[in-house]
């Protein structure tokens, strides 16, 4: 319900504020495509993340390469419908997303040819030796 609360409420602020304030269809229709072209680009943006997190690491593990291919992919098709369209919400952000699709390929070429094993977390293989000796522990109880 937290995450949901300023959502709702932001889309209701643009709702309220649009239909009140803009009074022909087309000032409306930039203002909620201001709107869509800003949270696109905010969607585009946040694979950033895992790019800095792979180049801290060296390890390309926190980045699907499927998962940046298709992104860039679908990115480049919704790019060229908003050019057929002459769309420049649909085109803008689109365009960021082909280039953040590139940046994260190029990325995960570079760094998917180092030789350095992957950092693991401590943590997860002191359980998974727990439950190994746990499950033998308790093998040598029973009977055959």
């Not at 926190?62 to 998962?67: A, H, I, S």
């Not at 298709?70 to 280039?99: M, N, R």
């Not at 070429?109 to 998974?128: F, G, H, L, R, V």
Request: glycine share 6%; net charge positive; hydrophobic share 50%.
């Amino acid at each position: 319900m937290m995450m949901v609360s300023p959502i709702l409420i932001i889309f209701g602020m643009a709702v309220f504020f649009s239909i009140f304030s803009f009074h022909t269809h087309q000032m409306r229709k930039v203002f909620v495509g201001s709107i869509g072209l800003v949270a696109s680009i905010l969607m585009y943006g946040s694979p950033l993340v895992a790019v800095k997190q792979v180049i801290r690491t060296k390890s390309v593990e926190f980045m699907p390469f499927y998962l940046s291919l298709f992104s860039f992919l679908t990115s480049l098709l919704w790019l060229l419908y908003g050019l057929l369209g002459k769309d420049p919400f649909l085109t803008a952000p689109s365009f960021i997303g082909c280039l953040m699709g590139i940046l994260q390929l190029v990325v995960y070429c570079i760094y998917s040819k180092c030789k350095e094993a992957p950092k693991t977390n401590p943590d997860i293989e002191q359980a998974d030796e727990l439950k190994v000796v746990t499950s033998q522990d308790n093998t040598k109880g029973q009977k055959p």
